[in-house]
């Protein structure tokens, strides 16, 4: 496997292709990142807190993916470079 899969500090862009690899490992894999657009993170956002959350959405559309995704659980993919 290709190492530049797991430089995670890269920035990541909404709809990038990421790997998620946080706590619920049974959604392990491809997602597309987009922002979480939740209230909750809507607020924190109004308080000028740098902690973005993303929600994943699957490439396919076929499933709900995880939102409120912290950026250590996901790492942007080669596979969109
Ligand atoms: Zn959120």
Redesign the pocket.
């Known amino acids: 496997m290709d190492t530049t899969l797991f430089r995670s500090i890269e920035l990541i862009e909404p709809g990038d292709l990421v790997v998620y690899h946080g706590s619920i490992t049974e959604l392990h894999g491809l997602w597309l990142a987009v922002p ?3 209230s ?2 809507d607020r924190i956002d109004r308080f000028g807190i740098a902690d973005v ?1 993303f ?1 994943l959405v699957d490439p396919w559309g076929e499933v709900p993916g995880p ?2 995704v912290r950026r250590a659980s996901i790492t942007r993919s080669v596979a969109c470079a």
Do not use: A, L, P
Request: aromatic residues 12%.
């Open positions: 979480c657009g939740c909750i993170c959350r929600s939102f409120h």
